[in-house]
């Protein structure tokens, strides 16, 4: 099993956020701590919506959502499981 990042979060600020919520929090709190390569592992690790990612896409590419290791199952389930090549 993959060994989760490092964390920036407090059990209390974890407290009440679903799993997901845990792990873009964790991202953001990565994010704002100045660890970016830690902050897109958690990410890695959320579910993101599929309009999210497509713009992810737009910005950085396909091959920048596949180096981070994105999910990308709610884009596949909206725009086609070719979506990230075209």
Known sequence: MDTLPRSYLSESEREGLT?????????????DAGDEETAWRWLSYAVIPA???????????????????LRTETADAEYGEGWLDE
Do not use: C
């Not at 992810?56 to 180096?67: E, L």
């Open 19 to 31: 799993q997901n919520g845990i792990y873009l929090a964790e991202s953001m709190a990565a994010g």
């Open 51 to 69: 309009y999210a990612l497509k713009s992810v896409k737009m910005r950085r590419g396909a091959d920048f959502i596949r180096q981070k290791g």
